[in-house]
């Protein structure tokens, strides 16, 4: 380290100063530790480096960031040096229409690495917001670059993550523009089921967490909250899933598989980077 202060951008852009990570033994070691059991590591862009190499994040990474419930982690249109990982919440990444609503454009669950963009300098295309109380893996902007640049295997994990995202858009717009309400929902479900367990439902009677309103379902979808729960109270009356108190129920996997049409659209995964 050069031992010089690492500015960051807050959302409200003020210029905040971080001290230079510890040079001592003790706070590497702790550090490296650290990132070497982080639970994210199989998901984000640390994946590909060995317990060697990962004292390069070690380094680089700022202390991890709570931000609670529906905090403000970037704006739209605003600057932000960092990127990040959920370690733990969920966060969701929206863009604000002329109109004054919201459009979720995707959903960041723990392990993901979001807030990567193609020009670094341009402003931020859309808001990054706390779903839930969540916490953060900050890395600076120039530190992640400059690992990029050093570590071939981290660049080609990025590019899986970047071409992951990118299917899962391109889903999401067909599901938006292509289908009908109750496909449309159990479309967002089937996904986020798969993201967290990474394979699809087989099971009756199978839970995940779901910690998303009927407004956080319908901004995702291009449905009103009104609409989403009457497609809820359908699925659940036909007996296919149920959802209460941030846990969703699926009692029939087959049925919830064949109304999201993910036999014909197969999902991607961030793990399977092979």
Not at 57 to 77: H, M, S
Request: charged share 25%; with cysteine.
């Amino acid at each position: 380290m050069n031992g010089k202060p690492v500015e960051t951008v807050a959302p409200n852009g003020a210029v905040r100063e971080h001290p230079p990570a510890a040079g001592g033994a003790p706070e590497i070691e702790a550090r490296r530790a650290s990132c070497l059991s982080c639970a994210a590591r199989a998901r984000t862009i640390c994946a590909p480096l060995s317990a060697a190499a990962i004292d390069r994040v070690a380094l680089l990474r700022l202390p991890p960031r709570r931000v609670a419930a529906g905090e403000l982690i970037y704006a739209e249109q605003g600057s932000c040096t960092e990127y990040f990982t959920v370690l733990d919440g969920w966060v969701a990444m929206a863009a604000g229409l002329e109109d004054g609503s919201r459009l979720i454009l995707d959903y960041a669950l723990p392990g993901d690495f979001f807030g990567f963009q193609a020009n670094p300098a341009a402003p931020r295309p859309q808001s990054a917001f706390a779903v839930t109380p969540a916490r953060l893996c900050p890395l600076p902007r120039a530190g992640v670059e400059t690992l990029i640049g050093r570590d071939p295997a981290v660049a080609a994990h990025l590019s899986h993550l970047i071409a992951v995202h990118e299917a899962r858009a391109h889903d999401h717009l067909v599901n938006s523009n292509g289908r009908e309400a109750h496909e449309r929902v159990a479309h967002l479900l089937i996904e986020l089921y798969f993201r967290q367990r990474h394979r699809l439902p087989a099971e009756r009677g199978e839970t995940i967490d779901m910690p998303l309103t009927l407004a956080l379902i319908g901004e995702a979808v291009g449905l009103t909250a009104v609409h989403v729960s009457r497609t809820l109270r359908r699925l659940r009356e036909e007996g296919v899933l149920g959802l209460r108190q941030g846990q969703l129920r699926i009692s029939d996997p087959d049925a919830l598989i064949r109304a999201s049409g993910v036999e014909d659209r197969p999902l991607a995964d961030e793990v399977a980077a092979g």
